[in-house]
């Protein structure tokens, strides 16, 4: 028994010293990075549903960019009547060379696939930034976030994301994000795992999207998000991360929305990576800190939530720099422990909520209604 947990404790106090390693090297490089003059145009493509109480902060940090180059902001919603239109349609007129709104009409099981498809359709300039509509982002942004895009070699620029939250329930989700999501990226690349993109981010050439068939393709998909960066990969590009770490707002209040939120992210991983997603419980250190210290290896399980708390501390710090997921570290351990009941979850059934709507998976990540 000992040996085996030896064994398991190895494991998972690796994963936690390559992602410390992984985050003060990213930490290091974004504090060198420079933007390399790359500025075309571009244009940035934000489908939008609902009113979030930042939404319109969001929106002007987009409007807001310090960009040599010429740029547009393309919003669209699904329905005329939804009430963010009252934020965009203000701003069209506060910034009528630069947004402007698209009432989508093209249908797939993934509402906002189809929206995107038709402000790509809509898009004036050869460089795309897709965004998710709560996203705000520095001013530089652009500039950063297209630089990498100079290399013929790069097709897609994603970026990490700090939340915020207003309740319990969302810091406990903010907090995994920062301390497991965002670790987990960073590593990623140590194990041949290269083709990530996240809707926070994904810049991309318009060209390349045409390629692969279009935004139609990922129409099917709940990861819409990963099938494009997936795709990307597949023509012999290059996903990089920015060294941009961009905002968003978790609005959900209460515990069962929260665990509804990632449940669906669980059994999207599955379905989308089968064999990684049966090798996370090694990484998970707090759960096998507790198996060592029930079984009386108290030196074991210290170790352990040592090298833990060391990497989720530095992710925190150094690469997201947020203040919010510092405030909620010692929580970390029961963070773990949660998230190996979702992964239990997830392992089985193939029906998610979003957006409202129960959906059924398929075994390579499309869906449809359940």
Not at 233 to 239: A, I, V
Request: aromatic share 10%; net charge positive; glycine share 8%.
């Amino acid at each position: 028994m000992f040996w085996i947990l030896l064994l398991i404790a190895i494991a998972a106090a690796g994963y936690q010293l390559v992602a410390l390693l992984a985050s003060l090297t990213k930490a290091a490089a974004d504090q060198k990075a420079k933007p390399h003059g790359f500025t075309p145009d571009v244009s940035v493509l934000k489908p939008v549903r609902g009113v979030d109480p930042d939404l319109e902060q969001a929106f002007r940090s987009q409007l807001g960019q310090a960009y040599p180059g010429r740029y547009e902001v393309l919003f669209g919603v699904r329905d005329p009547r939804d009430p963010a239109t009252e934020v965009i349609d203000r701003l069209c007129a506060e910034y009528p060379d630069r947004a402007r709104k698209i009432v989508a009409r093209t249908e797939a099981p993934n509402a906002k696939v189809g929206v995107l498809a038709d402000l790509a359709a809509a898009a004036r300039h050869d460089f795309w930034v897709i965004a998710d509509a709560d996203i705000r982002v520095p001013e530089d942004y652009l500039l950063r976030v297209l630089s990498p895009l100079k290399d013929e070699s790069v097709g897609l620029v994603t970026c990490l994301y700090r939340a915020h939250a207003v309740s319990w329930a969302g810091h406990w989700e903010a907090l995994g994000i920062a301390t497991d999501f965002a670790p987990s990226t960073l590593v990623a690349p140590f194990f041949g795992v290269e083709e990530f993109a996240f809707g926070s981010t994904m810049a991309v050439r318009a060209a390349d999207v045409r390629k692969m068939g279009g935004l139609e393709v990922l129409g099917d998909y709940i990861a819409d998000d990963y099938q494009l960066g997936s795709r990307i990969y597949r023509m012999g590009k290059r996903c990089v991360l920015s060294e941009t770490v961009v905002d968003t707002s978790l609005n959900d209040t209460t515990w069962a929305g929260i665990w509804r939120h990632q449940l669906r992210w669980a059994r999207t991983i599955r379905v989308s990576r089968p064999g990684g997603y049966l090798g996370l419980p090694v990484t998970n250190a707090s759960l096998w800190a507790l198996v060592c210290a029930v079984s009386g290896y108290w030196w074991l399980a210290i170790l352990l939530l040592a090298v833990r708390m060391a990497m989720a501390f530095t992710v925190s710090v150094a690469v997201l720099r947020s203040a919010d997921a510092v405030k909620m570290l010692l929580f970390v351990p029961l963070r773990d422990l949660w998230g190996f009941g979702i992964w239990l979850a997830g392992l089985a059934g193939d029906t998610v909520i979003w957006r409202g709507n129960r959906l059924r998976l398929s075994r390579d990540g499309r869906i449809r209604p359940a």
